[in-house]
């Protein structure tokens, strides 16, 4: 879902669906980023809709989703950052977004894999105020599909902008992720998850209802309890796995990143690192602030390495600009 810059709001199940589930409850919180877990505690959908439903809901999980209202809006503010910001409750904003902001989000998606995104879509930025089932928007999905949003989105971009499209497979250049170490240590800065973001949701879903506070700590420059929120020479994580953070370090350095760290469970850590940009234009980079390669090596004990593989292609066939409402 923290991320943007790349999307900065407040996004577990599959490897991707974690990546924009995290990114955008980053990113909404709580900041843009993202992508990953933001949404999925079946207890609380449980307290919803009942012990029986829910447990059905858990096992055979959610394919298909619809808001029940979805309003579009062009946005001519001329500002460049985007959020997306799904709620359990079922409340759905996307504020700022281009159409194919919304199309890699809710297809989780890496900007490398679309092909045939026309200019308009790219460039037209949109708000987005939507309203999906609570029911639906608090079930937890299991591994392999993604969540419940995430089909609620892909169902307006179907009906109302006419999005059709198909995969094909292609050899492409990516980075593989991999530990640094033999020993498969890993650096200072990376630690098992503080907190139990499933649990945080439920609560979450539970005080919304009754107007109470979030149980969510706050966020600060140095810890995030659930989210990714990234920012210029700076990533951080906390409560999810790498899925969110393969997807930003992707936008870093222009290539789908392939996870190859045989890392499970979800990690906190705050990278901190020179942006290209400035080692490009000559400017003196603090002095504990070094390249991203060396700054994921040191920092986190993974390192980038460039190779070739398959990537699922998103090719788009068709898609037309919503009308407003």
């Excluded at 059905?56 to 001329?78: C, D, P």
């Excluded at 949109?126 to 989105?153: E, F, H, K």
């Excluded at 990376?190 to 609560?203: I, Q, T, V, W």
Aim: aromatic share 6%.
């Amino acid at each position: 879902m923290a991320l943007l810059p790349f999307g900065v709001c407040g996004v577990r199940g599959g490897d991707l669906k974690a990546r924009i589930e995290s990114i955008m409850r980053g990113a909404a919180q709580r900041p843009m980023t993202i992508v990953t877990r933001l949404v999925l505690a079946s207890a609380a959908f449980a307290a919803v809709v009942g012990p029986l439903v829910a447990g059905a809901v858990q096992l055979a999980g959610v394919t298909e989703a619809t808001f029940e209202v979805a309003s579009i809006r062009k946005n001519v503010s001329g500002a460049e950052t985007w959020a997306l910001n799904p709620r359990p409750t079922g409340q759905f904003n996307a504020i700022n977004a281009r159409v194919s902001d919304l199309v890699i989000a809710g297809h989780l998606l890496q900007d490398d894999q679309v092909v045939g995104m026309p200019a308009w879509a790219r460039n037209t930025r949109y708000d987005i105020s939507a309203r999906l089932d609570p029911r639906v928007a608090a079930a937890s999905q299991p591994d392999g599909l993604p969540p419940t949003w995430a089909l609620a989105l892909r169902a307006l971009l179907r009906e109302r902008l006419q999005l059709a499209f198909h995969r094909e497979i292609a050899q492409r250049p990516v980075y593989a992720l991999m530990l640094a170490r033999s020993d498969g240590r890993l650096g200072p800065s990376m630690r098992r998850a503080e907190f139990d973001c499933d649990a945080l949701k439920e609560r979450a879903v539970a005080a919304a209802r009754v107007g109470g506070p979030s149980p969510y700590p706050p966020t600060t420059d140095a810890r995030i309890a659930c989210g990714v929120r990234p920012s210029r020479g700076r990533i951080l994580q906390g409560g999810n796995g790498l899925a969110e953070f393969r997807a930003i370090l992707s936008r870093v350095v222009g290539r789908p990143i392939l996870d190859r760290t045989g890392l499970s469970g979800n990690w906190d850590f705050l990278l901190t690192y020179t942006p290209d940009a400035l080692l490009r234009a000559g400017e003196l980079p603090p002095a504990d602030s070094p390249d991203l390669f060396t700054a994921l090596r040191e920092q986190l004990g993974l390192k980038l390495e460039a190779t070739t593989g398959p990537v699922e292609m998103f090719v788009v066939d068709r898609l037309e600009p919503p009308s407003e409402n």
